[in-house]
């Protein structure tokens, strides 16, 4: 059981937009920062947003994050096959002195 | 260009002992928190340990306290990874990963190496 919790699954059309949530509490998201990473199994995951809401360079503008309390969102809009992969919230978590990670996300795009 | 390369993976028994390294490059290394998250099979990922850049503060989470100990050596830009008592659970991909910022995000990742213990 994971501290953050994310739904297991997405999926849009292409062209379409997703939204993944990511909840926790005021342990982690509430206080930290909440960052996003895409992953396809075997390879290395990759960051997508920092901050709550930035994006590294080379990161598309389709790709976005926002925070509320203690609730986290990616976005990401003009939805392609190429976005097909998992998708993980991660945050510092004060009480545990800890890293943790959502469950993951899996987008698929139809 | 920022490198990251696990190796030291493979097969082990259980209980048994095995050494990981990760070798990094492009970035000066010593000003960096370094972690280890892992992803076993069919299964999220899992962030276990960090280290500062100094070597002077070290977190574990619960499932490998006591067992796995973190280390690094800023002269030769590496990372390590001492995993004793291992167990059929500790199997999965283990990756290396550096932190942009201390306990922030994660800004570049390793291949990862596969570590599978079974008797």
Same mark, same amino acid.
Request: proline share 3%.
């Given at each position: 059981?994971?501290?953050?919790?994310?739904?297991?699954?997405?999926?849009a059309?292409?062209?379409?937009k997703?939204?993944?949530?990511?909840?926790?509490?005021?342990s982690?998201?509430?206080?930290?920062?909440?960052?996003?990473?895409?992953?396809?199994?075997?390879?290395?995951?990759?960051?997508?947003?920092?901050?709550d809401n930035?994006?590294?360079?080379?990161?598309?503008?389709?790709?976005?994050?926002?925070?509320s309390?203690?609730?986290?969102?990616l976005?990401?809009?003009?939805l392609?096959?190429?976005?097909?992969a998992?998708?993980?919230?991660?945050?510092?978590?004060?009480?545990?002195?800890a890293?943790v990670?959502?469950?993951?996300t899996?987008?698929?795009?139809? | 260009?920022?490198q990251?390369?696990?190796?030291?993976?493979?097969?082990?028994?259980p !209980?048994?002992? $095995?050494?990981l390294?990760?070798a990094? +490059? =492009?970035?000066?290394?010593?000003?960096y928190?370094?972690?280890? @998250? %892992?992803?076993?099979p !069919?299964?999220g $990922?899992?962030?276990f340990s960090?280290? +500062? =850049?100094?070597?002077?503060?070290?977190?574990?989470?619960?499932? @490998? %306290?006591?067992?796995?100990?973190?280390?690094?050596?800023n002269?030769k830009?590496?990372?390590?990874?001492?995993?004793?008592?291992?167990?059929?659970?500790?199997?999965?991909?283990y990756?290396?990963?550096?932190?942009r910022?201390?306990?922030?995000?994660?800004?570049?990742?390793?291949?990862?190496t596969?570590v599978?213990v079974?008797?």
């Open positions: 059981q994971s501290v953050l919790t994310q739904p297991p699954s997405v999926s059309a292409p062209g379409q997703v939204t993944i949530s990511c909840s926790g509490s005021s982690n998201i509430g206080n930290n920062y909440v960052s996003w990473y895409q992953h396809l199994p075997g390879t290395a995951p990759k960051l997508l947003i920092y901050e930035k994006r590294p360079s080379g990161i598309p503008d389709r790709i976005s994050g926002s925070k309390g203690t609730s986290a969102n976005g990401i809009t003009g392609q096959t190429g976005d097909e998992d998708y993980y919230c991660g945050t510092w978590d004060s009480s545990l002195s890293w990670f959502g469950g993951g899996k987008l698929t795009v139809l | 260009e920022v990251l390369v696990e190796s030291g993976g493979g097969l082990v028994q !209980g048994g002992s $095995l050494r390294s990760c990094a +490059s =492009g970035f000066t290394f010593s000003s928190a370094m972690s280890w @998250v %892992r992803q076993a !069919g299964k $990922l899992e962030w960090l280290i +500062s =850049g100094r070597s002077g503060t070290t977190y574990y989470a619960d499932s @490998v %306290r006591g067992r796995f100990t973190i280390s690094r050596d002269s830009n590496t990372l390590y990874l001492q995993m004793n008592s291992l167990r059929a659970e500790d199997t999965a991909i990756y290396c990963a550096k932190q910022q201390w306990l922030r995000d994660f800004d570049y990742w390793g291949q990862g596969l599978t079974s008797s």
